[in-house]
Structures are given as C-alpha cells and as structure tokens.
C-alpha cells in the first residue's frame, strides 16, 4: 500500500517561506520520480515540481521557478518542497505524487504520470 503523507504547511507571509515535507511508504522509494502539485481555491490541479530518482534532475513550474527548490532523501524516504519568496497566490492546497512508471522530463507537468497522491497539507499566503 502506497502511502504519502504531506506536512509542513501553514501560514506565511509574503516574502516568507516554508518547507513542506512528504513521508512515502510502501514503495521502493528511490526508484520512482516523485512530483508536488497544488489546487488553489477555486482552481484545477496544478503541477508545481517533479524530481527523477537522482536528484540532480528536476522541473519546475514558470510559476514557482526560481522561488521554490525540490529535493528528496531517499535513505529517509522523504521528499520535499523549500518555498522562499512566497506570495499570495502560492496560497493552495499542496500534494506530493508518485511517478506512474518512466516520466520523461518533458512529461514532468502531465498529471496523469502520477499514479498516487498523498492527502495535502494546506499553504496559506497573507498580504
């Protein structure tokens, strides 16, 4: 039973950051590309970032690029999100995924890659 479970969310101000954390359990972890996404409020699923198993191999959304660093501890089994300079509209409900099977780096943003999703921890950006 695939497990993820997303932590380190919570309230910050523009400017700010946080580190959100994302515990995986039942799966070779280190095998797998691993991604976060989030939904705003009243939006879609949005795909943040996606790292391969080697970690020197990482995409990022236009929209966080330079702002937020993805990174993975494959011997804690633990992925995670460093996001600095947060704004307002960083506010959103943030999930880590699993990579279905080989996820091409041009495939990072499809959604469909990701065959399993943790229950999200939320990120709320105060002006």
């Known amino acids: 039973q695939v497990q993820l479970v997303e932590s380190g969310g919570g309230l910050a101000q523009p400017g700010g950051s946080l580190r959100l954390s994302c515990a995986a359990s039942g799966f070779t972890f280190s095998t797998y590309t691993m991604s976060w996404a989030r939904r705003a409020p009243g939006k879609g699923l949005e795909w943040v970032s996606s790292i391969y198993t080697d970690d020197t191999v990482t995409g990022y959304a236009d929209s966080v690029k330079g702002r937020f660093t993805i990174s993975r501890d494959n011997a804690k089994e633990t992925l995670y999100l460093q996001m600095n300079n947060l704004k307002p509209e960083d506010t959103a409900r943030y999930y880590c995924?699993?990579?279905?099977?080989?996820?091409?780096?041009?495939?990072?943003?499809?959604?469909?890659?990701?065959?399993?999703w943790g229950q999200g921890t939320q990120v709320t950006v105060t002006s």
């Open positions: 995924a699993k990579g279905r099977g080989d996820i091409t780096i041009t495939n990072m943003p499809y959604l469909s890659e990701y065959d399993h």
